[in-house]
């Protein structure tokens, strides 16, 4: 399903302002319950366990850059993805090498949590050295995070003691986190932006207002998406209808809930029309990659003056995944910063 790059921007119930918080809720706790849970025989792992092997393997290729380049990131991505490509940017270094820059990972968009729970529990299982996540958000919920996971961690030396999750306490523009960077805090430091389920969310110039930001500031972004822009998307989705009334039991649902599944079916409806609207915003890989390139462009016209700031070269990483028998994919979308070396160049030149 081939779509015009400016086509018309169409909004989902959920998001909407006038949306009855029932109605809200009873999705994204179906939503959640989807991330997190293996729905037998149709799925060989559950959803969430698919973007915790991506986002693991990231998380490690940094790392062992960090290990091998002495905290400069000079190798490009090596993984299972479906295809690879390069794109040029300009970045601000983090000093690289102590405690206070270890990698952390920064989810944006996370609303309720989704599945970075889960995500951050299966990553840090093995690590002798678990790596921070922080959840963030435009609009938080504050009083739903800090009952999930209690107060905040907001200092350094807070975080060398913390528990391996938090989040930010304050709304976070994935567009422009330059205001938030300023307050102090995580994203000041050495961090990786992930997005799950959410990047379909911003229209052109916002998307690529998230990419900008995020070749600025970050060592990466990862994007992940459980569906994409074609006809058989749009047929699994069709399937969370009759889906709904038989899980809504399992997610700890409140009496309005019930009542908007099962009495008045405004959630399952809510739950289709909004998954055809996912589908429809949800971009192609080549739509992706364009929205790169001028992102990168964005940032070369910013800084081609200034030469205080050190150059980089960005990576970037696509597959797909399949979730769910017969047509559910998960589409990931992988940058990663490498410091642009000199030395390398030269010898390039010298080869020529």
Not at 195 to 208: I, V, Y
Not at 248 to 270: D, E, K, M, N, V
Request: glycine share 8%; with cysteine.
């Amino acid at each position: 399903m081939k779509l015009p790059y400016n086509r018309p921007w169409l909004f989902e119930i959920s998001d909407h302002p006038s949306c009855p918080e029932s109605i809200r809720v009873g999705v994204q706790k179906m939503l959640t319950f989807l991330w997190l849970h293996r729905i037998f025989p149709f799925q060989a792992q559950a959803p969430y366990e698919l973007a915790a092997n991506v986002l693991e393997r990231v998380i490690n290729e940094i790392e062992q850059e960090d290990d091998d380049d002495n905290g400069q990131n000079t190798s490009t991505i090596h993984g299972n993805g479906n295809g690879h490509a390069n794109g040029n940017g300009i970045g601000i270094g983090n000093g690289q090498g102590d405690k206070k820059d270890a990698l952390k990972v920064v989810d944006f968009c996370s609303g309720a949590g989704g599945p970075i729970k889960k995500i951050e529990k299966r990553i840090n299982k093995n690590r002798k050295y678990p790596i921070p996540f922080h959840l963030s958000d435009l609009n938080p919920p504050l009083d739903q995070w800090k009952k999930t996971y209690g107060p905040p961690t907001t200092s350094s030396s807070q975080r060398e003691k913390q528990k391996t999750i938090s989040y930010i306490p304050y709304p976070v523009d994935a567009t422009d986190t330059s205001s938030s960077s300023s307050m102090g805090g995580v994203l000041d430091e050495k961090h990786l932006r992930t997005f799950f389920l959410s990047f379909h969310h911003f229209n052109e110039e916002l998307a690529r207002g998230v990419l900008v930001d995020a070749m600025r500031g970050s060592e990466g972004i990862c994007i992940f998406e459980l569906q994409q822009c074609n006809f058989r998307s749009l047929f699994m989705i069709a399937m969370l209808g009759p889906l709904s009334w038989l899980l809504t039991p399992f997610t700890r649902p409140t009496l309005a809930i019930l009542f908007f599944t099962y009495i008045i079916p405004l959630i399952p409806l809510t739950l289709i029309f909004d998954g055809f609207i996912s589908v429809y915003r949800t971009r192609s890989i080549s739509h992706i990659l364009r929205l790169t390139n001028l992102a990168s462009l964005t940032i070369q016209l910013e800084n081609q003056d200034d030469a205080s700031k050190e150059d980089y070269e960005w990576d970037w990483e696509f597959g797909r995944v399949r979730h769910t028998w017969p047509w559910g994919y998960m589409i990931y979308f992988v940058g990663r910063k490498k410091r642009y070396s000199y030395d390398e160049e030269e010898e390039e030149f010298e080869q020529e």
